[in-house]
């Protein structure tokens, strides 16, 4: 009975420790909304902050204007408006480049579905040819001291005023074009149109007075505050700008994107262009397929960088005809005389690369001195000592490992036809043209020993079973 009693007390003390557990959950069930509360409130601190701080999306945009860079502004400006961010902020240096990617570039800016803007910076960059038209079209236009803008108007392939119809049809697409930007954003025409027509460039300051621009900024904080309470027009509707206490974040390029954009540096390209071509001669020299085909790769990519930049074909043809005089030189005797032609149209080639095509989008540029001048020394040293290779072969007296087909000293062979000199010997299955190594006379039937090859033929010496010369 007791030790019943005692089991008993044993269950007791167990269903007394039970209820406390959902004496806690109810606790606990109290506080809830507390807790809910003050979650809730720390959400709301945080969307509070967050709303306090917009956030601003910074865009490098450097180099030739090309599609890659049209994609690239297309795509950041898309994925900062469904990101939420609050302003665009596009910062320019740019020689010019191609005009269908110029007018991809102003469409996104004009059709933007956030505040763009356009700042030309740092000191030293200059918004050219492209360059001018992507500034003006953006919904607000800045640039930093040091900078420049316009030269916009269209030339010949030698830097001349185009005439005739073709002009006049390139400049007045020009400025139509120009024309439109200026009046979507308020900016005044007539000025704007002196950058095509007489190829007006300003200054920054300059820019601000004639009202070409919007302001100046020497870093991003200081254009932050400058248009910080400004107010743009986004899709027809008002948007006020506030930017004193923005976050910042920059896009760059993804590793692909600066690859191919890379390529439409004109020296890479031009560099890209050499380095392919002598990988295809060192495949014509000792064939390995590895040399030919990273040479045509690299001339591949070339012509990506060229299809960006304002390529002049008679440029290219000199690079084209040095090539061929270098490869001639390998085979005929010139003493030299092809590869110095093939330098110097080497060296007029690429200073003549590039030139403007007649469009107002298309950037001045040229291939560095100091590449060509490296360049030019590379391919002297690789011509001096592939030609300096090729007289020493021909120096040399014929090789059988070089002409015809080869057999090695030593093999016994029998006389078919005398020496009288030359002769006929049957060795190693074959019959060959052969000669007396000391000028004799050997007659038919008479056994010999290879002494040497030259070329297709033998030199012999009399053979005899025991080993011993006759």
């Known amino acids: 009975m007791d030790g019943h009693e005692v089991c008993c007390r044993g269950r007791g003390i167990i269903a007394l420790g039970m209820p406390s557990m959902p004496r806690r959950f109810i606790a606990i ?47 950041r400006i898309a994925e900062a408006a469904a990101d939420g961010a609050a302003l665009v902020v596009v910062r320019l240096d740019t020689p010019g480049g ?63 005023d185009i005439a005739g119809t073709l002009g006049e049809k390139i400049k007045n697409d020009a400025i139509a074009l120009i024309s439109s930007i200026s009046e979507a954003r308020g900016r005044p025409v007539a000025t704007a149109v002196e950058t095509v027509k007489t190829a007006a460039s300003f200054t920054a300051q300059q820019a601000i007075d004639l009202g070409l621009v919007d302001g100046s900024a020497a870093d991003l904080p200081g254009l932050l505050a400058a248009i910080d309470g400004r107010t743009v027009m986004v899709a027809s509707q008002p948007v006020t700008l506030a930017t004193a206490d923005a976050t910042i974040s920059e896009a760059t390029l993804n590793p692909f994107e600066g690859f191919l954009h890379l390529l439409a540096d004109p020296n890479i390209a031009f560099i890209l262009f050499t380095v392919g071509f002598y990988g295809l001669l060192f495949e014509l020299q000792n064939p390995n397929f590895v040399t030919g085909i990273l040479g045509a790769l690299a001339i591949i990519l070339a012509f990506i960088g060229f299809g960006s930049l304002p390529l002049n074909v008679g440029g290219l043809l000199l690079l084209v005809l040095a090539g061929i005089l270098f490869v001639l030189e390998l085979t005929v005797t010139s003493h030299g005389l092809l590869a110095i032609g093939g330098l110097v149209c080497f060296v007029l080639g690429a200073a003549a690369l590039y030139s403007d095509v007649g469009s107002p989008t298309a950037p001045d540029v040229s291939v560095a001195f100091p590449v060509i001048a490296a360049m030019a020394a590379t391919s002297g040293a690789f011509m001096l000592l592939i030609v300096g290779s090729v007289l020493r072969q021909r120096r040399l007296p014929p090789s059988p490992s070089i002409i015809g087909p080869h057999i090695a000293s030593g093999v016994v062979g029998e006389v078919r036809r005398p020496t009288e000199p030359l002769g006929t010997v049957f060795a190693a299955d074959e019959e060959w043209s052969a000669r007396s190594g000391d000028g004799g006379v050997l007659v038919r039937g008479t056994p010999v020993r290879i002494i040497r090859q030259e070329g297709l033929i033998l030199v012999v010496e009399p053979f005899v079973s025991g080993g011993s010369q006759v």
């Open 98 to 160: 191609s005009l269908e990617a110029t007018r991809t570039i102003v469409g996104t800016l004009l059709q933007a579905p956030l505040p763009v803007v356009v700042w030309v910076a740092p000191a030293g960059a200059r918004a050219g040819s492209a360059g001018t038209f992507i500034t003006l079209s953006a919904n607000l236009a800045y640039m930093a001291p040091g900078t420049n803008i316009g030269a916009a108007s269209p030339v010949g392939g030698q830097g001349e």
């Open 29 to 75: 069930g109290r506080r809830l909304p507390v807790i809910l509360a003050m979650c809730g409130f720390c959400l709301a601190t945080a969307a509070g902050v967050s709303a306090a701080q917009p956030r601003v999306v910074v865009l490098p945009a450097s180099g030739i204007v090309d599609q890659v860079m049209a994609a690239y502004l297309h795509d």
